[in-house]
């Protein structure tokens, strides 16, 4: 594993949205480089930026037109080669967001596999023989193509699916994952990690990572067996590159060749109910006060994945990300502290979405580049209170989204002045888990204190012991054979050790040194 990623705590930016440096309402490399000094002071030392690549933007980015080509919107290459190298001289590190499972479709590639004529990428993506057989079990599209045939899709209309083969081949169309076309595609992929690797950057953030073999088993063996090979690739070649998964199974994830994996948003799992749950339409997001909710809810889930790959690889927290509505829209700001003091104190590498260190607010907007209810979560970063949030200087119905005009917006000027704020907080916490190397092993919690009954939990990572209350009433919790408390290392509300038993204050976390 690179030596940089045990150390790592990303912030992801939303480029489109981050900070215009021109003027044009939408967000690019240079504005990006402008706030680099902001993002280590507030305690991130490498980042995640979404997709750069030149695109029809029909999904934010998400549908490649051309893999080596940056976005005219956001710069030039030399811009980001330059924000590759500013980042290394704050002795920082980038990932890019590679989209390795389908194309847009202008691509030059799909363009190619269109044509009636065999030629070198006639196979590059899943195609049946004849316009009248669909692919059954698979999403495609029809009577687009000059090619008789329909092309599979790997998510949205716009995105046909790259060919990297079938686990196992049942029609004549279907190529298995060893097959020279297969294999091609599999080459190509290394070759575009190659190119953005020589130029700088220091791997990637895998889109839909699980999503390449098709008709792949449960385990995804097929796929495996792609990504095994690109590992051995980046071993080789760049062993200081890393990689990480949008997979949501680090069992699978890491044995495959992944660095970290992420415990993603689903509805109704262990991380979401941490922050985002809503039944019969009433919040009971673990981290809202008035929740029932046990942390086992979510320690069940992620401990039996966790121990599976402590040692390995790391299953990552995030406080949100591009594809999530944030979590301010379900949590106040003192739930929000006592939530990102547990994400920022759990294994793994810590990820943190642009604007959520503030609270920024999710609004209910119309859809852009297929965001959907996304979109909401999309916004201009809010730097300070001037026009636009200080985000861009071009006229308001120029940006790319609007800003949040409400009363209450947060802003990163107007929370730096503010020792109580949740932006203080974050910068606190980061700052300590930067200094204290307990909290950057990775194979060593052990969860010391929950019950199905109780709101209050405990864990312990090396000589730190962290208590949380996330209810609205004071908890006590009788010793249970510790070894003696030193001193308090940080805190959010009130808690003290007494008389034997630990009092936690209502809506309280607090780290101890044992």
């Not at 920024?360 to 979109?375: C, F, I, S, V």
């Not at 020792?419 to 907080?425: H, N, P, W």
Request: with cysteine; net charge negative.
């Amino acid at each position: 594993m690179p030596a940089w990623i045990k150390d790592a705590i990303f912030y992801e930016i939303y480029p489109q949205s981050f900070k215009d440096s021109n003027g044009d309402g939408i967000g690019d490399f240079n504005g990006i480089i402008e706030k680099l000094d902001y993002i280590k002071e507030l305690g991130c030392n490498a980042i995640w930026m979404n997709p750069c690549y030149d695109s029809p933007f029909r999904d934010a980015g998400y549908d490649v037109r051309d893999y080596k080509k940056t976005a005219a919107r956001y710069g030039s290459m030399e811009d980001i080669v330059r924000l590759f190298a500013e980042v290394h001289k704050r002795d920082m590190h980038i990932l890019l967001d590679l989209v390795p499972g389908h194309t847009s479709e202008e691509h030059p590639w799909f363009l190619e596999s269109s044509k009636v004529e065999e030629n070198e990428y006639t196979d590059r993506y899943i195609w049946t023989d004849k316009w009248f057989h669909g692919a059954q079990g698979l999403n495609y599209i029809a009577g687009e193509a000059p090619r008789d045939g329909v092309y599979v899709l790997n998510y949205f209309k716009c995105q046909p699916a790259l060919n990297y083969g079938f686990l196992h081949p049942e029609e004549r169309w279907q190529k298995g994952i060893e097959d020279p076309a297969c294999v091609a595609t599999r080459e190509a992929l290394k070759d575009i990690i190659r190119f953005w690797l020589d130029k700088g950057c220091d791997g990637f953030r895998v889109d839909m990572a699980d999503s390449l073999v098709k008709k792949d088993d449960e385990n995804k063996s097929g796929t495996s067996v792609v990504w095994k090979d690109i590992r051995r690739m980046l071993d080789e070649e760049y062993p200081e590159a890393a990689i990480v998964s949008e997979w949501n199974k680090p069992q699978v994830a890491i044995p495959a060749g992944f660095h970290m994996d992420f415990f993603l948003d689903w509805e109704g799992n262990g991380y979401n109910l941490l922050m985002r749950n809503v039944e019969n339409g009433r919040n009971n997001s673990f981290f809202y006060k008035d929740s029932d909710r046990s942390v086992l809810d979510f320690f069940e889930e992620y401990l039996e994945k966790y121990e599976q790959i402590k040692q390995q690889g790391h299953y990552c927290l995030i406080t949100g990300n591009h594809d999530m509505i944030r979590a301010a829209y379900y949590l106040d700001v003192r739930e929000l502290k006592l939530a990102y003091a547990f994400l920022f104190t759990m294994p793994g590498n810590p990820f943190l979405y642009y604007g959520d260190e503030i609270g920024m607010h999710y609004q209910n907007l119309p859809t852009k580049e297929g965001g959907y209810t996304r979109t909401g979560s999309r916004t201009p970063m809010q730097w300070d209170d001037t026009e636009n949030c200080g985000f861009s200087t071009a006229s308001a119905d120029k940006l790319y989204l609007p800003v949040d005009k409400s009363e209450d917006a947060p802003s990163v000027a107007s929370q730096e002045k503010d020792k109580d704020s949740l932006l203080s907080m974050v910068k606190e916490i980061l700052a300590v888990r930067n200094q204290e190397a307990d909290l950057r092993e990775n194979a060593n919690l052990e969860l010391v204190y929950a019950k199905r009954e109780e709101r209050s939990f405990a864990y312990r990572r090396g000589n730190l012991l962290m208590f949380c209350n996330p209810s609205g009433e004071e908890s006590v919790i009788e010793d249970f054979g510790l070894p003696d408390i030193r001193e308090k290392v940080f805190a959010v509300g009130e808690a003290d050790f007494v008389n034997g038993a630990y009092r936690l204050g209502e809506q309280s976390f607090v780290m101890w040194r044992i």
